[in-house]
């Protein structure tokens, strides 16, 4: 069973706008959640974090917002640009689970079109 | 290196041949990953190196997949009589830290197996 879902898997949106990536999971002990972006050909690029402890951590055109009670985040990219079209995977650690390894889910796809 | 170095990219293997899979982590980098990415799936854990010491490999599917780091550096994933649903990415990941918080892990492009 995924404990870590991403519902979409893709999505499609105009230059300029704003793209919301969602990610839900089941296990209340994740004590962190990370976003990696991935080119086709590539590894996965950490691209931000969040501590459960946190409901918002922005980092320039990237913001992660995380409702622990409703066990949901999402990323929000503002302005959207064309180099942003990648698959965008959503993941999360139980640090008291494990050795710290990442639980994936499946990635959207995302397409900023010009 | 730069950044985390994976060989070979691509490896064509015929089923029941065995294959050896390298990842050249970051130097100085004390956590090293091994997971196994799915057509159309994230990529799942399958086994965690502090140094030289194999602390996690719960996510290996059988007894044919064997990974080492015997100087703690480089590390190889080994899978013994390979089969179809062997066939996936393996992605390397390595970071300076125990457990990688605020920077995540950085990856490697993976090595493309594929088993006919």
């Known amino acids: 069973d995924q404990q870590v879902k991403q519902n979409s898997p893709s999505l499609s949106v105009q230059e300029g706008r704003i793209s919301i990536l969602n990610c839900d999971y089941t296990?209340?002990?994740?004590?962190?959640f990370l976003w990696y972006k991935k080119y086709p050909a590539e590894g996965p690029t950490f691209l931000i974090s969040i501590s459960s402890i946190k409901d918002k951590n922005e980092d320039g055109r990237f913001t992660v917002f995380l409702n622990k009670s409703a066990k949901h985040l999402s990323l929000h990219i503002v302005p959207s640009q064309p180099g942003d079209s990648a698959v965008y995977f959503c993941a999360a650690i139980d640090y008291g689970g494990s050795q710290g390894n990442l639980i994936f889910g499946k990635g959207t796809k995302l397409s900023v079109k010009p | 290196g730069a950044g985390v170095s994976q060989s070979p990219r691509y490896k064509v293997a015929k089923r029941g041949q065995d294959v050896a899979l390298r990842c050249d982590p970051i130097?100085?980098?004390?956590?090293l990953f091994w997971y196994q990415q799915a057509l159309g799936q994230g990529p799942e854990f399958l086994t965690y190196?502090?140094?030289?010491?194999?602390?996690?490999k719960s996510g290996l599917p059988s007894d044919r997949f064997f990974a080492e780091r015997p100087e703690g550096s480089v590390s190889t994933l080994k899978i013994q009589r390979t089969q179809q649903e062997d066939s996936a990415v393996y992605l390397c990941a390595s970071s300076f830290q125990t457990r990688a918080i605020h920077y995540g892990y950085t990856f490697g492009s993976g090595t493309r197996l594929t088993v006919v």
């Open positions: 190196f502090q140094n030289e010491a194999q602390l996690d």
């Open positions: 296990n209340s002990m994740f004590d962190y």
């Open positions: 130097s100085g980098h004390v956590s």
